[in-house]
C-alpha cells in the first residue's frame, strides 16, 4: 500500500504562483511513475502533468510552459510549481503513484486551487 499525502493548496490572485507538495509513504518500492490530476466543478477530471521515476515529464497542453513538475526520490515526494495562474485552473488537485503504466494505483485525497481576484 501507498500513501499519498497532498498539500500547497490556497487561494491565489490570477498571474500568482503556488507549489504543491505530494508526499508518499508505504510501499515507495511499488512507485514508478506519479502525476498530477485535477477536477473542477462540474467538469471530469484531467490530467495535469506526469512524471516517472527517470525523470521523463509529460504535460496537459493547457498547463504547458506555466506548470512544471519534479520529485524528489531521496525525499518520497513530488512537486507542482505553478506559475501565470488562471482562474481556469481553479479545480481540486491530486496526486496519483503507481508502477509502470499505472500498474496499481493510488490516489491522494486532494488539496483545493482557486484562483480568484
Known amino acids: 500500500q501507498v500513501q499519498l499525502v497532498e498539500s500547497g493548496g490556497g487561494l491565489v490572485q490570477p498571474g500568482g504562483s503556488l507549489r504543491l507538495s505530494c508526499a508518499a509513504s508505504?510501499?515507495?518500492?511499488?512507485?514508478?511513475?506519479m502525476g498530477w490530476y485535477r477536477q473542477a466543478p462540474g467538469k471530469q477530471r484531467e490530467l495535469v502533468a506526469t512524471?516517472?521515476?527517470?525523470?521523463?515529464?509529460n504535460y496537459a497542453d493547457s498547463v504547458k510552459g506555466r506548470f512544471t513538475i519534479s520529485r524528489d526520490n531521496a525525499k518520497n515526494t513530488m512537486y507542482l510549481q505553478m506559475n501565470s495562474l488562471k482562474p481556469e485552473d481553479t479545480a481540486v488537485y491530486c496526486c496519483?503513484?503507481?508502477?509502470?503504466?499505472?500498474?496499481?494505483?493510488?490516489w491522494g485525497q486532494g488539496t483545493q486551487v482557486t484562483v480568484s481576484s
Open positions: 508505504g510501499s515507495i518500492f511499488e512507485i514508478n511513475v
Open positions: 512524471i516517472t521515476s527517470g525523470g521523463s515529464t
Open positions: 496519483r503513484a503507481g508502477g509502470t503504466n499505472w500498474y496499481r494505483d493510488y
